[in-house]
């Protein structure tokens, strides 16, 4: 991926579900116009879900989502299915392929999808092969209530159609708020306090911080940015205070110390909380951190795999934080990238990284899987603004 492209967490995932040899991944070429997928008529072709960032116009930005068929047979093919079903928990919209009939294994997955809230287009692939789709579209349309679309990946035939169904199809609040929201607007000075310190990649800013920059920038605000050591020095430098100061959460109390008492304060792991997960229930659970004890077992889970460093924030800084509160004895486990456990119930409190990394309905499926377990489930941003006993002073993005 280049500085150029659009985040794979900020793009529409597109799953394409269906029984092995139903042509998912010929229909995935015939809808980018490129070969992306391997394709070949031996079933099972595909095994684990394959990602592919595209652009596709009337889209924008997307990833489709190649995965496994959903009747693959054996112990190996068990674990497929288990990986396709995995794929669900970051599909935004759902291709649903049929090809000769409505099975109970089609029918079994229309009702996981609308479980699961997904918008579903079906579609009746190898068109070309058969004499009419007439009889499995009103199958379909009778026991599914979906509109099936015909379409050929060999000739072509109702891709346009299936490109314009997906359009329609995409939800309303994806990604449509902005990360800022009305936090600033046109002609306000932020100021962005970015300290460099280990974790901060040589020569390069972290997501969140190019995603706030980028939005700032489109909403025409005046920016300043500075590192933590040189904060007074910058809020000397100006004529007015900033109408926000956005801060890495590590150095909250510092800035929140410092600031000029006009300027609003919030930091970019909050704002990533509101533009991904769901902040509300973030700030909710916060209040759980009072209620633990050194028998307690905390969960931290961040978005993103990586060599684990001296000054890391999940794994060294919040852990360290919270048994100078609770206790030494307190555990606390760590997971990173995909790994979540299924089963929550042994932990009091998840802790969970902004999740640049993932797309927003991924890491709602992670705060809904919280919630069914009745475990209470919250962000960095909030859990250091709580520990640090500024948390009523914090600007959130609602």
Not at 2 to 15: A, E, K, M, V
Not at 23 to 28: A, N, P, Q, V
Not at 141 to 157: F, N, Q
Not at 299 to 318: N, V, W, Y
């Amino acid at each position: 991926m280049s500085l150029q492209d659009t985040p794979r967490s900020n793009r529409l995932h597109i799953g394409i579900f269906g029984r092995r040899n139903s042509g998912k991944s010929s229909l995935i070429n015939a809808l980018t116009g490129q070969p992306v997928a391997v394709v070949s008529e031996v079933a099972g072709t595909t095994t684990d879900p394959v990602y592919k960032s595209m652009e596709i116009h009337g889209i924008g930005p997307c990833v489709f989502i190649d995965t496994a068929g959903f009747d693959d047979e054996g112990a190996l093919g068990a674990l497929r299915v288990i990986q396709t079903e995995k794929a669900l928990e970051k599909t935004d919209v759902a291709l649903l392929l049929f090809y000769d009939a409505v099975t109970e294994q089609e029918l079994s997955w229309a009702r996981r999808l609308k479980a699961a809230r997904i918008p579903v287009v079906a579609v009746v692939n190898k068109a070309d092969l058969s004499d009419g789709c007439g009889p499995l579209c009103a199958d379909i349309r009778e026991k599914l209530g979906l509109e099936a679309i015909p379409a050929s990946a060999l000739t072509g035939s109702g891709v346009n159609s299936i490109r314009e169904a997906l359009i329609r199809a995409i939800p309303e609040d994806f990604e449509s708020e902005s990360i800022t929201r009305s936090l600033v607007g046109p002609g306000d000075l932020v100021l962005l306090v970015m300290p460099q310190d280990i974790q901060a990649p040589k020569g390069r800013l972290i997501l969140p911080q190019v995603q706030v920059l980028r939005e700032l920038l489109d909403k025409k605000c005046l920016i300043m940015s500075a590192t933590t050591d040189l904060l007074e020095q910058s809020l000397a430098s100006l004529s007015a205070p900033p109408k926000l100061i956005i801060t890495d959460s590590q150095v909250f109390r510092t800035v929140w110390e410092k600031k000029p008492a006009e300027s609003r304060l919030t930091s970019f792991s909050v704002l990533m909380a509101g533009y991904k997960g769901d902040l509300p229930y973030f700030v909710e659970s916060a209040a759980a951190i009072d209620a633990l004890t050194e028998n307690s077992r905390v969960l931290i889970a961040e978005a993103c795999t990586h060599a684990p460093l001296a000054e890391d924030i999940g794994r060294e800084k919040i852990p360290n934080m919270l048994r100078k509160k609770v206790g030494a004895g307190l555990r606390v486990d760590t997971v990173a990238g995909t790994d979540f456990p299924e089963d929550l119930s042994p932990y009091d409190l998840i802790i969970h990284c902004g999740g640049c990394m993932f797309n927003r309905k991924y890491l709602l499926s992670r705060v809904e899987a919280a919630k069914a377990a009745g475990v209470p489930m919250s962000n960095y941003g909030v859990v250091i603004a709580c520990l640090a006993g500024i948390l009523p002073d914090v600007d959130l993005p609602y």
